[in-house]
């Protein structure tokens, strides 16, 4: 079960289960775009139905999720990938822009998780994927809404983890800290700059984000997994020397996320969905400039926990691989996940 399933990092993920010949459930508000990304997966192999909600909307996804079990079968892996947010000053975002932000991007991931652990702690089985970002450890300009709902999610995800591991559960959660996308983020999130707004370099292509959250859901025992040496570098930094990392961003975050040639889209997918007529796909408009690969990414240390069998079966029936794939192999941090 993915949300935010139609485009960006979503659609790159579904795919990628796609072709592992996973049974896979689509949740997204645009019509279009989820269509486009359900003949996606059937393209690479995989199964897959569309169930159009809204993730600020507890009920919408409760009732997506109980015509997913009727209809699929039993939900075993939970991806929580939708957002939507504003480029803009602080000062510049309306109390309403902000509070939507916050119930989409945070909220959506809370009621995400809330349904999938009513289903899966009866079973006693299962793993949730929170698409996160580096953002969610360093806040940066122009990006206040999202920034505050990706260190929330942290904070939440933390505290969900450590009540499961209390219980004994065998339900397992796990964070992906993803680095600056080449995904349509930047062509309809509602942005209020003088240019068309851009992801911080290095860029990398959504299908690295993709390999990184398949992978994590095979393999959740982890606490968090970085992707990129962006990403790293990030995190890092803001360990060892947070305020020359303020320094940094304020003389450079403002024009470094803003492009000289393009003015911004006029498109905003906070209230409506972008979508639902357009195809946006999986790409934004930087492919020129994006990564196909990432070097290894950095996986936190964890308890040491049973791990999956790997080459454990989907329910679409392909076999997920039991190393991770295509550039996103985990980089020893004591020792490497099994």
């Known amino acids: 079960m993915v949300t935010g399933a139609s485009g960006g990092v979503g659609r790159a993920v579904v795919r990628e289960l796609g072709a592992q010949g996973a049974k896979v459930a689509l949740i ?3 019509t279009t775009g989820l269509g ?3 003949v996606d997966v059937g393209t690479e192999g995989g199964t897959a139905q569309v169930y159009e909600a809204d993730v600020a909307d507890y009920e919408q996804v409760r009732q997506a999720a109980e015509r997913i079990e009727k209809e699929l079968g039993p939900i075993n892996i939970w991806i929580n990938t939708a957002f939507s947010s504003v480029f803009a000053k602080f000062a510049d975002i309306s109390p309403e822009e902000f509070e939507r932000t916050t119930a989409v991007t945070y909220l959506g991931y809370v009621w995400g998780t809330k349904v999938a652990l009513d289903l ?3 079973r006693n089985a299962g793993a949730i994927v929170q698409a996160g970002s580096a953002l969610a450890h360093r806040g940066i300009p122009l990006q206040s809404a999202y920034c505050g ?3 929330a999610i942290k904070g939440f995800t933390e505290s969900v ?8 559960s065998e339900v397992k959660i796990t964070l992906v800290q993803l680095p600056a996308l080449n995904t349509p983020q930047f062509q309809w999130v509602l942005s209020k700059l003088r240019k068309h707004p851009q992801p911080v370099p290095p860029i990398y292509q959504p299908e690295v984000a993709a390999r990184a959250i398949v992978y994590a859901a095979e393999h959740p025992e982890r606490k968090e997994y970085w992707v990129g040496t962006s990403t790293v570098a990030t995190l890092l930094a803001q360990k060892v020397a ?3 990392v303020d320094r940094y961003l304020a003389r ?3 024009e470094s996320q803003q492009t000289e040639e393009e003015t911004p889209s006029g498109v905003s997918n906070l209230w409506e969905p972008a979508d639902e007529d357009t195809d946006y796909g999986a790409h934004g408009t930087f492919d020129r400039r994006s990564h196909k690969r990432s070097p290894p990414a950095l996986a936190r240390p964890a308890p040491r926990a049973r791990a999956p ?3 454990r079966r989907w329910r679409g029936g392909g076999r997920v691989r039991g190393a991770a794939p295509g550039g996103t192999a985990l980089e020893r941090s004591g020792r490497e996940p099994t």
């Open 28 to 30: 997204a508000r645009g």
């Open 36 to 38: 486009a990304a359900a």
């Open 120 to 122: 899966m702690r009866p």
């Open 149 to 151: 709902a990706k260190h």
């Open 161 to 168: 983890r450590t009540e499961l591991m209390a219980d004994g």
């Open 242 to 244: 947070p305020a020359l």
């Open 252 to 254: 450079t975050g403002v």
């Open 309 to 311: 069998r790997a080459g």
